[in-house]
């Protein structure tokens, strides 16, 4: 039987936005993770969009000596309406880019932008490509992609909906970002189908197990609460089996934020989507 090529395992760094990046990529290698997506901004204290490239010299050694990838940027740049505000945001990517240029990171998260409930669908899809082509194109001055995430309360918010807007951006260097937990916390699909609607778009993965609230809890307002992987509702098999069917090779980053600041709880989540890949290959 043909060995399957499974997907690799990510941590996110935003699940330690206080640990420093080089002692973060150290402790996942430690942790059996494979590499490292950087979050920056919400509190995250890894780098910012004007930080100075020496400054990443440690955490690229620590690459490099724990012989780990970082898979991607996840960057704090807002969608703006306005011409001056959105060159300033693809200034900001500009700088993200550099730094994942010196990362090695290939690509860099960007918002997909609002839904305008007064717009029809179509229209909001237009308006999401019409926003992303130039970040793309700003993005491939560095021989980067972009990524945007299905994500709830967003232009893309639904598999159809994200399908759609990767059809109008029409860029090479575009890419969708699959995430089985934003599609649970929105009441819609996380299986295999999901997975092969945006396959050819496909260029990253994000991976967080969801529990409803229980009776009492303050869940401040949510639907959904992030959980350890397999403790949850969100049965991540099928999306895995699919992923392995159509040969993504790619990163999968442990997102979930139930337990912030615990390398135990890290350790934990790397065995358990080991596991759920493993049986997904049989």
Request: hydrophobic share 45%; aromatic share 8%.
């Amino acid at each position: 039987m043909m060995a399957h090529v499974l997907p690799r395992i990510a941590l996110f760094s935003g699940v330690f936005k206080t640990t420093p990046l080089p002692d973060l990529i150290a402790r996942a290698a430690e942790a059996g993770f494979g590499g490292v997506e950087v979050l920056t901004g919400w509190g995250a204290q890894h780098l910012e969009h004007d930080t100075p490239l020496a400054e990443l010299r440690p955490a690229v050694a620590a690459c490099e000596r724990h012989n780990m990838q970082i898979c991607g940027l996840y960057p704090n740049l807002d969608y703006r309406d306005d011409e001056a505000g959105r060159r300033a945001i693809a200034d900001r990517l500009a700088g993200f880019c550099k730094h994942a240029n010196a990362l090695g990171a290939p690509f860099v998260k960007v918002p997909a932008g609002p839904m305008r409930e007064e717009l029809p669908i179509e229209d909001n899809c237009q308006l999401a490509a019409e926003w992303i082509q130039p970040l793309a194109d700003r993005a491939a001055e560095f021989d980067l992609s972009v990524v945007i995430e299905i994500h709830p309360n967003s232009a893309v918010e639904t598999v159809e909906r994200t399908v759609r807007v990767a059809e109008l951006v029409e860029r090479e260097n575009f890419g969708v970002m699959h995430d089985a937990g934003n599609l649970c916390y929105a009441g819609l699909d996380f299986g295999a189908e999901s997975v092969r609607a945006v396959a050819p778009w496909l260029k990253h993965v994000h991976i967080k197990d969801m529990r409803p609230p229980e009776s009492g809890e303050d869940a401040e307002g949510k639907k959904m609460l992030p959980t350890q992987f397999g403790e949850g509702i969100v049965d991540h098999v099928p999306a895995f089996r699919a992923l392995i069917e159509i040969g993504y090779a790619g990163f999968m980053t442990c997102e979930s934020m139930a337990n912030p600041d615990s390398w135990e709880w890290a350790a934990a989540e790397h065995r358990a989507v080991t596991a759920a890949l493993e049986e997904a290959a049989r």
